[in-house]
T-cell receptor, first 117, second 115 residues
Framework: AQTVTQSQPEMSVQEAETVTLSCTYD???????LFWYKQPPSRQMILVIR??????QNATENRFSVNFQKAAKSFSLKISDSQLGDTAMYFC??????????????FGKGTKLSVKP | DTGVSQNPRHKITKRGQNVTFRCDPI?????LYWYRQTLGQGPEFLTY????????KSRLLSDRFSAERPKGSFSTLEIQRTEQGDSAMYLC?????????????FGDGTRLSIL
């Protein structure tokens, strides 16, 4: 069974600074995807960034980037130039790749990020 | 694209009552998922559909829970004889066709409170 662990329940960062959220996972599989989802207070979960396990290059999406260490089973999220709108719960998630078909997402417990002005 | 819609947003009921939630996925999305999120936790998988077929159910989905997607469009999740432990946010997500490269899009959720 796959598990996802986020060891930082809460973090805070000053506006315009950089913050890194940690995530580790456990799996014996080799073909999977990893995601970071953002859940603002009382709003829906939205996809921030995703990484395909077979790609060595780290994914980037504007101010968001990941550090994917497959051997270490680590998948951290770096947010650069933090903005007040980045305040949210951030969830790391794992998705098995069943020959091109997806299963269900497996989420960590989340990290509550507060961006301070 | 109007997004995934869930109704009601909030449901308050007494223990022992039955409740039903509805999810309308993004149109043309064949895959539909239900997750449950309790306070301080990440979402946990309950079940998913490919069109009208329910393909997988979690062990979390006790026999008091039933989900349907009769015409392959909207889905309902019913909880019978609700218990205190059922209090949670119930999230629905949909994806285009279940291909691994298609992201899951989430609704706002239905928050269930058991008195």
């Amino acid at each position: 069974a796959q598990t996802v662990t986020q060891s930082q329940p809460e973090m805070s960062v000053q506006e315009a600074e950089t913050v890194t959220l940690s995530c580790t996972y456990d799996t014996s599989e080799s073909n999977y995807y990893l995601f970071w989802y953002k859940q603002p207070p009382s709003r829906q979960m939205i996809l921030v960034i995703r990484q395909e396990a077979y790609k060595q290059q780290n994914a980037t999406e504007n101010r968001f980037s990941v550090n994917f260490q497959k051997a270490a089973k680590s998948f951290s999220l770096k947010i650069s130039d933090s903005q007040l709108g980045d305040t949210a719960m951030y969830f790391c998630a794992f998705l098995m790749n069943y020959g091109g078909s997806q299963g269900n997402l497996i989420f960590g417990k989340g990290t509550k990020l507060s961006v301070k002005p | 694209d109007t997004g995934v819609s869930q109704n009601p947003r909030h449901k308050i009921t007494k223990r022992g009552q039955n409740v039903t939630f509805r999810c309308d996925p993004i149109s043309e999305h064949n895959r539909l998922y239900w997750y449950r999120q309790t306070l301080g936790q990440g979402p946990e998988f309950l079940t998913y559909f490919q069109n009208e077929a329910q393909l997988e159910k979690s062990r979390l989905l006790s026999d008091r829970f039933s989900a349907e997607r009769p015409k392959g469009s909207f889905s309902t999740l019913e909880i019978q004889r609700t218990e205190q432990g059922d209090s949670a946010m119930y999230l629905c997500a949909s994806s285009l066709d279940g291909q691994v490269n298609q992201p899951q899009h989430f609704g706002d959720g239905t928050r269930l409170s058991i008195l």
